[in-house]
């Protein structure tokens, strides 16, 4: 199964571009869940999410829809050193799940660690402990330094039940290269974060760097292996995070066509 999305779905310059020009804040959703058939929700990488929150959020979408979770900040990005303080902020996010585990919604979480988190004995304890304070939840780990690209690191995401995220960025010195691969027969997933070279570290605005808009060709040179990971694992997710003036929702669509065996020009 291929969950195609994006990243977010609530930008008010989607309006006009992809949601129609009227639409208002508390219908995007609805409306976003009538195109695609998954979304990766970020607002929580940024504040502890509220179960009330994340259940208002659930009941606008239908049956058979699916989310990813960012990870709170505090998790991947400000770990605790205290444990108990770990086991409090994990057992707050994982209530927060509650909506979505209730009612099969919850495709899965995304640890997202920064440039900075290398590989190391440390590390590699501190995402094992990660994996055991969310228990029986789908994980999958996105690494921004490439100094992870290691069959170590593969091995090590497999025994431990963890899935990889795949990449598709700048190919600039120390970031990730695309590689496609899939660690946990259940779940795959894959973000292109556009490929704004010139931006991705240089910019006025965060949103500067996810300011690219993909071609139908770019988009084909992953459909191979998009494939070959679908195949290792019961699900993929491929979403898209180039935000900016609606491009994500632009690109989720092309990609949708370009599996179906369209063009993706539609």
């Not at 585990?101 to 440039?115: C, D």
């Not at 991705?200 to 139908?216: F, G, M």
Request: net charge negative; aromatic share 14%; hydrophobic share 40%.
């Amino acid at each position: 199964m291929i969950l195609v999305g994006t990243c977010g779905y609530s930008y008010p310059d989607w309006r006009g571009t992809f949601y129609p020009e009227d639409t208002k804040d508390n219908q995007m959703l609805t409306y976003y869940s009538s195109q695609f058939p998954a979304v990766e929700l970020d607002f929580t990488y940024y504040r502890m999410p509220a179960p009330r929150t994340m259940e208002q959020i659930e009941r606008k979408t239908p049956a058979g829809f699916e989310f990813a979770i960012k990870a709170f900040k505090g998790m991947t990005h400000e770990i605790p050193q205290r444990p108990e303080d770990a086991r409090e902020m994990f057992a707050a996010f994982r209530e927060a799940l509650e909506p979505f585990v209730s009612t099969g919604k919850l495709g899965a979480v995304l640890a997202q660690f920064p440039f900075a988190f290398r590989p190391g004995a440390g590390n590699r304890a501190y995402i094992q402990t990660f994996r055991e304070l969310l228990a029986d939840t789908p994980i999958v780990v996105e690494f921004r330094n490439r100094e992870w690209v290691t069959q170590e690191t593969f091995d090590f995401l497999r025994q431990n039940e963890l899935g990889f995220c795949a990449v598709d960025e700048p190919a600039l010195k120390g970031l990730m290269p695309r590689v496609a691969a899939a660690t946990s027969s259940d779940l795959a997933y894959l973000r292109f974060h556009g490929r704004n070279a010139a931006k991705w570290w240089k910019h006025d605005e965060v949103w500067e760097r996810y300011n690219y808009l993909y071609t139908a060709e770019e988009l084909a040179e992953w459909l191979p292996r998009i494939e070959e990971m679908a195949k290792q694992s019961k699900k993929i997710f491929v979403l898209f995070n180039n935000c900016h003036a609606g491009q994500a929702a632009r690109n989720a669509l092309m990609m949708s066509e370009l599996l179906q065996g369209g063009t993706g020009n539609g």
